[in-house]
């Protein structure tokens, strides 16, 4: 079966920084990866690329078949809106802030991109809308304002707004990052749920290793914009094999433990 996102030698600068250097990277369809790794090493630029919202300088993406390249286009990916734009139809992304806009509902920020985008007929969309909401525990929110609800609550809404587009693939960078440490454990309840019980195909950003192990068919550890090691989740996390690897995941996971500490101490 062909992948559904393939990168082919793909390289990504930032003026003098390359970020990205002949990077080479493919996820099979209904597949759920979960890139970890330092900040600063390239993860959350993939994922921004294939949003289209980095451009790329050299190599081949392709998702569903699609090339980000369209001969005789113009732009930094040398394709034009339009290619663009399907490609985007394609692709959903839940961002570390919440993005929803703050002068509309709760469902009206689920319902305007498929009405605006999709041409889909507005009572379709808040039907569909509506079960979105109900579906990550938010149907008593629909009326709310984005203000009046917490950051676990608004993620979850997010969330909710790019299932709203029907992705083919769905993309996580640090979706927990901005939120107490109190309110994490809704929004990984909604994503695990979405990994378990639905075909999509999702790629995560996260520091959050016990839900990588949980959620994951494969992990990735990036380093310097490049993979230097991949596998399953039990293998990887019980015996990594490169030794940036294992100083990485020492480092994390002590953390994290001293953090779930604090927090049983504050109760």
Do not use: W
Not at 66 to 74: D, M
Not at 94 to 109: D, I, K
């Amino acid at each position: 079966m062909n992948p559904i996102i393939r990168f082919e030698n793909v390289t990504k600068r930032f003026g003098a920084l390359t970020v990205l250097d002949n990077f080479n990277f493919e996820v099979r369809r209904g597949e759920k990866v979960t890139l970890i790794g330092p900040s600063g090493s390239g993860k959350s630029t993939v994922l921004r690329i294939l949003m289209t919202l980095e451009p790329f300088q050299e190599g081949l993406l392709e998702i569903d078949g699609i090339s980000y390249h369209e001969p005789g286009g113009r732009g930094p990916f040398k394709a034009s809106e339009t290619h663009l734009h399907k490609i985007r139809s394609n692709v959903g992304m839940v961002f570390q802030s919440f993005n929803l806009f703050p002068h509309m509902t709760v469902l009206r920020n689920v319902v305007e991109a498929p009405v605006a985008v999709l041409k889909m007929n507005r009572g379709e969309a808040e039907s569909r809308a509506t079960e979105l909401l109900r579906m990550v525990g938010l149907s008593d929110k629909k009326d709310h304002f984005p203000s009046q609800l917490s950051g676990g609550q608004q993620q979850r809404v997010a969330i909710a707004r790019a299932l709203a587009m029907r992705p083919r693939v769905l993309l996580f960078d640090e979706p927990t990052s901005a939120l107490d440490p109190q309110l994490v454990g809704e929004v990984l309840g909604v994503i695990r749920d979405l990994a378990h019980e639905h075909d999509l195909t999702m790629l995560l950003v996260t520091h959050e290793m016990r839900f990588a192990r949980e959620v994951s068919d494969r992990v990735c550890f990036f380093d310097r914009g490049r993979i230097v090691e991949q596998d399953e989740p039990e293998r990887f996390f019980s015996n990594p094999q490169q030794p940036r690897t294992r100083e990485f995941l020492s480092s994390i996971l002590g953390e994290q433990e001293q953090m779930r500490e604090s927090l049983r101490c504050a109760q």
